[in-house]
């Protein structure tokens, strides 16, 4: 494969000096671009677009062409696991994701086959390699997955949820079958991740996008255990590399120094936590990728501009930062804002990391 | 008035020594009882239901027969006050609460009216007159207002929002327009407290729930400074007495120590921060409610008995505590668990409470 040319990211994440502060941006293939709506409405449909790897490719690449971003990440779905394991992802415009066989009883989840990433998530694999393939080194590729809890709460819920009434009733009557389920979540995220690090991903993260709906208590034992589990099972790259790894617990601004302490490289921060007391939380253990607010991206560039200085300046000089947003970017977004957010890191960033 | 029999809750909410902690529900008057939604049924939409005060006073009844509680709280909407501002708010069935007439423009909040309590939310205070005649001085009676930032975001999107896009494009592109709408709704929920006050009711809270999408400055800047400014503003009671406030930011768990600082009484807390962080965090300057997930509400008895001794061990020893859920009780929860924490909390409260 060819050497990388940006390594910007890679070096962020595991706290190396850089020149400057690198940015990727969560969902930066997504509906705000034309050319991403163009793709999808060929495809049919989202999941076909998920599961067609030259398609994949096609939108990963997208926003690389539109703006000097740092890295490019695997265009999939958090979900692709449950629908390998058999619960029927599907979607419904406007209605977001869900499950035709929801998991409701001890018997659904023992009966739970293996995951079979080389047959039923061959697609991610493939789409993968042909990612990393066809940026031939110009940024590193990120491979990533939903957290084990997180996938449980979509598969109890059978979709998405405003209570998450089903799988805490879980945790609390149930814990004993909630663990065997998040055992086994947690055994196939790693393999997972391991699959897309062998097919070229140069960077995984962990999406726990509702570890943050638990009580202190309940995320150390249900989401946060199981995401250091993962961390402890990652494997490194073909050419013997350490694969940086991140966990991104949304609303867990206040669990930083635990999430630091699993081990893992990075820490996604959300905008209601400040990177000065992020920070201050991690003390230098691990890197912060974030963490400006998706809906600023509505405003006028010159805001903009102001906005992305604030948050630079709150994580401050020195090494670890990398630039993002505190949740994926939203499709009513018009894109020169994105590229207006992007310009002003390579604008202000440099003199956060002079000696 | 006859004199207040069951005094508990002022007490706590004092920080003053109580035998037991005190307990009352967010939403106890709600849909998760029969005997409200055949009240409901009767009014023939919620809006009727909170207009009509022989009809507000009933529901905020039904739970105190049914439980041994120690609080009413008036049976209201948060909305009352946009409605009363001539936004046309209305109800759609499975939608939530919209307006006909959202705020977009800078012209469109400044030729906002002065709120008229004495007319238009006239259905608010004749309803709080009633219900503590007829509480009788059983427990008390607590009125409420939603924060002026929490009454912004709706009257800004017009309706409930996930990303609260408009009203976080305002704060960015027109700070001094939100600052205007901010102050002007500041002093329209302090005379509206004030007015519940002199009808009668024995506490006050206000409910923040969407200070916590904010950033930590953006919190501090929009939300928190005008609730400030009504704790500073609110009056005692007729009879002279110190009428204690209570302040609920949703997912605000990081942000007590400055919540604290305001001079309010008490701070509502969520159970995504742990009651003894949150006390830490406090340090004795105020009194603190909550914290039980609304959602394992959906557990058996049991479960939920060991719930509630979690979250008493997790405040501790001593005054300043009063039980509640970290949000409102849910449609869908049986009534005899919520009978089960009510118990739980008599029970297993009072070992706390022993010098």
């Known amino acids: 494969m060819s050497a990388l040319q940006n390594d910007l990211l890679l070096r ?24 991403y709506r163009a793709t999808r409405a060929r495809a049919g449909n989202f999941l076909t677009l998920c599961k067609t790897p030259e398609l994949a490719c096609e939108v990963t690449m997208q926003p690389l062409a539109r703006f000097p971003l740092d890295a490019a990440i695997l265009f999939s779905d958090i979900l692709t696991i449950p629908d390998a394991l058999g619960l029927g992802l599907y979607f419904t415009e406007g209605e977001g994701p869900k499950f035709e066989r929801p998991l409701r ?12 990433i080389d047959g039923q998530l061959r697609y991610v694999t493939d789409a993968t390699r042909l990612i990393r393939q066809t940026l031939n080194g110009t940024v590193p ?42 055992s086994k979540l947690a055994t196939g ?16 993260m962990i999406f726990d996008t509702w570890g943050g709906i638990l009580s202190p208590a309940w995320y150390r034992e249900f989401s946060l255990q199981y995401m250091a589990r993962i961390v402890d ?44 007391t992020a920070r201050a939380a991690v003390d230098g253990r ?11 991206l509505h405003c006028d560039p ?41 310009q002003a890191v390579r604008e202000h960033s440099p003199q956060y990391h002079r000696a």
């Open 12 to 35: 962020a994440l595991l706290r190396e000096d850089v020149p400057r502060t690198p940015t990727w941006i969560m969902r930066q293939a997504g509906r705000y671009l034309p050319e």
């Open 105 to 116: 009883s001890a018997a659904q989840i023992d009966a739970l086959p293996e995951l079979d």
């Open 141 to 182: 590729l990120i491979g990533f997955s939903g957290s084990p809890w997180t996938l449980m709460t979509y598969m109890v819920e059978g979709q998405g949820s405003k209570d998450f009434r089903h799988a805490k009733t879980l945790l609390g009557q149930d814990p004993a079958v909630a663990h065997r389920l998040l």
């Open 189 to 204: 995220v790693t393999h997972y991740l391991n699959a897309q690090i062998e097919a070229g991903a140069q960077a995984v």
């Open 233 to 276: 099972g990652l494997q490194k790259s073909a050419d013997g590399r350490r694969v940086p790894n991140v966990l991104f617990t949304k609303n867990g601004g206040s669990h930083l120094s635990e999430i630091a302490a699993t081990g893992c490289d990075a820490a996604g921060v959300d905008w209601t936590c400040d990177l000065a």
């Open 286 to 296: 691990i890197a912060l990728q974030g963490n400006l607010d998706p809906s600023l």
């Open 302 to 342: 010159d805001v903009l501009d102001a906005a992305v200085q604030r948050v630079l300046a709150s994580y401050g000089h020195g090494n670890g930062h990398v630039f993002n947003l505190g949740h994926g970017i939203t499709p009513q977004v018009p894109p020169e804002h994105l590229g207006a957010v992007v």
